[in-house]
């Protein structure tokens, strides 16, 4: 077993958000998930989170070689620029030609850089959540500092999908919620600063609850700054226990059958 792999008593994770094409992985990209796939390994599942249309190639292409590994088509806000023009007919393709595309993402709105034009993001999020809804997908979507958008969009198109990597207030969560989103969390919840995440946690019932890792980064406790890995969600169901008494096992049971149920695996 690779080295990097976090044996800690648990099993059947579900990693929702992983992005196994970065370049972080480079070195020993195979061995490790080759590994993290295998019978004995703690995790069972792992969802690619796409980022532009290279990203999606790779999803594909790793779809077919490990099979519980699936993927995501999308474009991230991150990568709007120099934007192939046929984009979304090229993500559309590739869903309809592969059965392993199980959403669309990850899409969204980031204003935390001013750099992005909004209006542009905005577009480009509503195009592909209407290819969402055509395709009949749910959508994992990256929101950051953008909440009242994000919310007047969501009223709008009223997708089926995931918030991942949560970070907006135990009020949008409800908000969310209500609207019958997931809500996606990382290892910012082992954290010891992070109470609006903990906070948010709180409201999210045991059957809306994703878990993730958004690797290579956002590695929990304690391997906070280190390169971040799947087996690692153990260290979010652990902090996830301690915040709700429910044991870990469970709720990484439960996390599993709610990413099988939101991406029909
Ligand atoms: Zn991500």
Do not use: W
């Not at 792999?5 to 992983?18: E, K, N, P, T």
């Not at 990209?29 to 990203?55: K, N, Q």
Request: proline share 4%; charged share 25%; aromatic share 8%.
């Amino acid at each position: 077993m690779h080295a990097d792999i976090l044996q800690d008593g648990l099993s059947g994770i579900f990693d929702s958000h992983c992005h196994y094409d970065d370049t972080a992985f480079d070195g020993d990209r195979a061995e490790l998930l080759g590994d993290m796939l295998s019978a004995e390994s703690p995790v069972s599942f792992l969802m690619h989170a796409c980022t532009d249309l290279a990203s999606a190639e790779y999803g594909i292409k790793t779809a077919g070689a490990y099979r519980n590994y699936y993927t995501s088509v999308g474009i991230h806000p991150e990568n709007m620029e120099n934007l192939d023009p046929e984009y979304a007919e090229k993500l559309r393709v590739l869903a309809l030609e592969n059965a392993k595309v199980k959403a669309v993402g990850e899409v969204g709105l980031d204003y935390h850089y001013d750099g992005y034009d909004r209006a542009a993001q905005i577009k480009l999020f509503e195009r592909q959540l209407e290819l969402a809804a055509e395709l009949g997908l749910p959508v994992i979507m990256h929101v950051r500092d953008a909440t009242e958008d994000h919310l007047a969009i969501m009223r709008e198109h009223k997708p089926k999908g995931v918030v991942h990597c949560f970070s907006g207030s135990a009020e949008t969560a409800e908000q969310l919620l209500d609207m019958g989103l997931y809500i996606g969390f990382t290892g910012v919840l082992t954290f010891k600063n992070a109470k609006k995440a903990k906070r948010a946690f709180a409201v999210v019932p045991a059957d809306r609850l994703l878990f993730e890792t958004d690797c290579p980064y956002m590695a929990p406790e304690p391997f906070r700054g280190k390169r971040c890995n799947s087996s690692m969600i153990a260290k979010i169901a652990r902090a996830a226990e301690t915040l709700s008494g429910v044991p870990a096992q469970q709720l990484i049971d439960i996390t599993n059958e709610n990413a099988r149920r939101l991406f029909d695996i």
